[in-house]
Nanobody
Framework: QVQLLESGGGLVQAGGSLRLSCAAS????????MNWYRQAPGKQRELVAGITLGGSINYASSVKGRFTISRDNPKNTVDLQMNSLKPEDTAVYFCHAEILQRGTTSFNNYWGQGTQVTISS
């Protein structure tokens, strides 16, 4: 069984920083893309940042220059460093990964449980 466990959410003032971490565990053979999504109240879930197995990165335009995604392949972790936070960054942040379990032949999508990020003005 594969699980994604997030940590690092919380409440900070505008202009502050937070670092989110996500660790994948279980019977993992390989992880393809690792992503961070967020969902604000009343809004659709949106992609914040993604990083491929090879290290290619993309960011939502709203966070470019403020957020940095990184991954540690041997540890099966992905982090999101968030700086210069704004009230509009308030959302539940979800880790997502495309994972190939041992003994299977296709990658499947896995999601973490979400971690709340609240930015006060």
């Amino acid at each position: 069984q594969v699980q994604l466990l997030e940590s690092g959410g919380g409440l900070v003032q505008a202009g502050g920083s937070l670092r989110l971490s996500c660790a994948a565990s279980g019977d993992i053979w390989s992880i393809n893309d690792m992503n961070w999504y967020r969902q604000a109240p009343g809004k659709q879930r949106e992609l914040v940042a993604g990083i491929t197995l090879g290290g290619s990165i993309n960011y939502a335009s709203s966070v470019k220059g403020r957020f940095t995604i990184s991954r540690d392949n041997p540890k099966n972790t992905v982090d999101l460093q968030m700086n210069s936070l704004k009230p509009e960054d308030t959302a539940v942040y979800f880790c997502h990964a495309e994972i190939l379990q041992r003994g299977t032949t296709s990658f499947n999508n896995y999601w973490g449980q979400g971690t709340q990020v609240t930015i006060s003005s």
